[in-house]
């Protein structure tokens, strides 16, 4: 990590923060911090603080600084099956505002025409430093298309080309990378080296985070968990496997099998018929969970973050399975992120991670 993406991620996570703190914590020299901070704080991406001023034994202040979260923005675009999700987030991963589209048609062009129309309502007066595009399913970060998109019968879509006519810089990642960056920058996994966190929506993927780094593999196709033999042998998938985890699990499918009633009313009911979904979950969960071993495992299910009866059961059923997860209270987590927020979480993120991990090529004074 170079120095100033160094001193600006500590300043997210212990900010306000003197800068002899910020030296002592990363090993940068003094000077260099100072210098580094001065760049930051020239973009805009930190700010001394009007908090308490320290001084040490030579009666020097000490003006902490914290991240600048006044001034500049990002914002968010989730793809899902049903509608986009707008999101505008501070530069600590607060959700500012969100809309949700319903899409206009299914084709790509349909979607992605409706949110350059609705883009500049919902922004405003404000000028993001850069647009985070998330989707589940197959995105290439380096060359910002959605690969597959099996839900949306998606493929190929150059969807940062798209973005792009709106004049933001747009980066794409799929929804469980950009979840479990989120989760390193903003969440409660921070200091965790290895992470594996499971989405279970519409669409089912995996991120898998060793060494600090999320692990994208060619073509970042990485995570794809989708048919893996281990949901309801009498469920046939859309290539015509039987028993594929997704075809299973997913919020579609789960609403068929509980007699076609939609999720958000299954929501707002008794948590028994999300209990079945979390312990199927946890199946497949215990079998990755030993497979990447990692520091914390977190899940992303509606039912696991809405009832906590639907995380003991993920808990219970990954304990029951996994040779590894010896403790599960300690290692097996809901997402960070409530409910209402976690797709304009996801959209945002994208943009944040590119931001901390080069801040001075994305950000303008
Ligand atoms: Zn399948």
Redesign the pocket.
């Known amino acids: 990590m170079s120095g100033p993406a160094t001193v600006l991620r500590a300043v997210l996570r212990h900010g306000p923060v003197a800068r002899s703190t910020i030296a002592r914590l990363t090993g940068l020299s003094p000077a260099g911090v100072t210098r580094h901070c001065g760049s930051l704080a020239d973009r805009g991406l930190v700010a001394e603080t009007d908090g308490p001023v320290s001084r040490n034994g030579m009666g020097r202040p000490h003006v902490p600084v914290d991240i600048d979260t006044a001034r500049h923005t990002v914002c968010g675009v989730h793809i899902a099956h049903a509608q986009c999700t707008l999101a505008v987030l501070d530069l600590r991963g607060n959700v500012l505002a969100q809309q949700q589209i319903p899409h206009g048609g299914t084709r790509p062009e349909e979607v992605l025409g409706t949110v350059v129309e609705a883009l500049p309502r919902f922004l405003g007066d404000r000028r993001p430093l850069a647009m985070g595009v998330a989707a589940g399913g197959w995105v290439d970060t380096d060359n910002g298309v959605i690969v597959e998109h099996a839900s949306l019968g998606w493929k190929n879509v150059p969807v940062k080309e798209i973005l792009s006519t709106t004049g933001i810089p747009v980066h794409a990642d799929s929804h469980a990378r950009a979840l479990v960056q989120a989760e390193q920058l903003f969440g409660q996994v921070r200091a965790s080296e290895s992470v594996l966190h499971l989405f279970v929506g519409n669409v089912v993927d995996a991120a898998i985070v060793t060494g600090g780094s999320t692990h994208r593999g060619p073509r970042s196709a990485a995570g794809d968990v ?2 893996l033999p281990l949901g309801d042998p009498d469920v046939r ?3 015509g ?1 039987q028993g ?1 985890f ?2 299973t699990v997913s919020d579609d499918a789960w609403a068929r099998r509980t007699a076609g009633v939609s999720m958000r009313e299954l929501l707002g009911a008794k948590p028994d018929p999300f209990i079945e979904r979390a312990r199927m979950v946890g199946r497949a969960a215990a079998l990755l969970y030993d497979v990447v071993n990692p520091e914390v495992l977190v899940v992303t299910e509606a039912g696991v973050i809405h009832f906590p009866e639907c995380l003991q059961a993920l808990r219970d059923e990954i304990a029951a399975r996994s040779h590894l997860c010896a403790a599960p209270e300690h290692t097996v987590l809901s997402s960070s992120f409530g409910g209402d927020e976690v797709l304009a979480v996801a959209g945002g993120a994208v943009a944040l991670g590119v931001l901390y991990a080069d801040p001075l090529s994305h950000a303008v004074g």
Request: a neutral charge.
């Open positions: 989708a048919h998938c859309g290539r496997h594929c997704e075809a």
